[in-house]
DNA sequence: TATCTTTTGAGAGTCTACTCTCAAAAGCAT
DNA sequence: ATGCTTTTGAGAGTAGACTCTCAAAAGATA
């Protein structure tokens, strides 16, 4: 009764990922719209209907939900620790557990995210999905009912922040991400206060 | 030579108000993805093709730059009030300045841009746009640079926060959303405390 | 009224995401 | 190897946004 993946499931996996690679790639090199599902089908040779048997629409090539790592990081932190600064250390705990490749491969599906309006809009459940989440976490933690306006405007802000160093950081990929999102979680915990010369 | 707008100029504006406003209604009744072109155009009572000679693409029958005038209210905050009060004094002139009709008008597209995938991609563009200006103007109110990362930061949680308002109202439309708006910005300017009871 | 210009409707045509069907191929179990 | 089940490819088909063309309608001008 042991059952370690048959070929069957491993060849499965391994035409899936390998669909999405090339497309991932077609994406990155010629543009989202500009590529057709027929040009995947062939870079990954497998035919059009294969790539929908896999992924249901072309937009769920790009989509992925990250979130429950997160989540369960946030649910770690002690539950004394204010709100801005748990999530801060649950991104840094999330962030340290990933390895280098993953990380890599994470920033760049986040990049394509951001930068093509369609899949900025197909992943807008996932990310008022995300809002509601940590809203309804926040809340719980602080003891307050989930539709609290001060838990929205704390998580309204936090979001805000971290779109605000991800689009920096897409038009400057040297950017040290994860340090600047710290940095800048760091100031809003602080209240941004914006000493003036 | 006085060119008050002949019977061609006034039916034309007429035409392309009415398409968008049955194309709204449409929208609103049945949904922006089950709502045909074709439909729009028999609701106006127009040929399809002319539906599309006013809008080139059926997103742009939804989307409005609403910004400049809020840029205007926003350039006549003086230079010394910090940022997060001047974009509330900016928002509350601007709201003041609309009539009621229009302030009625401008949140029921909202909501649909909010509510509705497709248009919130294709409203991206604006909403960067937006968050970009707010960026340099109040940069250069502080005299710090546009890439500053503390400018940044606060554009980024005054947008999250205008955001979490929208969406509470977009599920509760009786909401007072400008209320609400401006309680929001004022916690954001009192640095966000939540005191726990 | 007669002529010139602009706008419109009709309709055929393109493109691409996505669906369906069915038979061939490939993994699986005995 | 033999039959059973799952996955695949081939290909035809649909839907709906968007394009183009051309002739008819309607406004402008004189």
Redesign the pocket.
């Given at each position: 009764m042991s059952d370690r993946p048959?070929?069957?499931?491993r060849?499965?996996a391994k035409?899936r990922a390998l669909i999405q690679k090339e497309a991932l790639r077609l994406f990155r090199e010629q543009g989202y719209a500009a590529?057709?599902?027929?040009q995947i089908a062939e870079a990954a040779?497998?035919?059009?209907?294969?790539v929908?048997?896999y992924f249901?629409?072309?937009?769920d090539l790009v989509i992925v939900d990250q979130f429950p790592p997160f989540v369960e990081a946030l649910d770690q932190v002690p539950p004394e620790v204010p709100p801005i600064r748990a999530v801060r250390m649950a991104m840094r705990a999330m962030i340290e557990a990933q390895t280098p490749q993953e990380r890599a491969d994470s920033l760049d599906r986040e990049v394509l995210m951001l930068t093509v309006p369609e899949l900025w809009a197909a992943s807008i459940d996932n990310v008022t999905g995300v809002a509601t989440t940590l809203r309804e976490r926040l809340a719980a933690r602080e003891g307050r009912p989930a539709d609290d306006p001060g838990i929205r405007n704390v998580t309204g802000a936090i979001m805000g922040v971290m779109v605000g160093v991800w689009t920096d950081w897409v038009n400057n990929r040297d950017l040290d991400a994860p340090a600047h999102l710290d940095a800048a979680l760091a100031h809003l915990e602080a209240g941004l206060p914006l000493p003036r010369p």
């Open positions: 048959g070929l069957r499931e060849k499965k035409t590529t057709t599902v027929e040779e497998v035919a059009p209907s294969t929908f048997r249901a629409t072309k937009e």
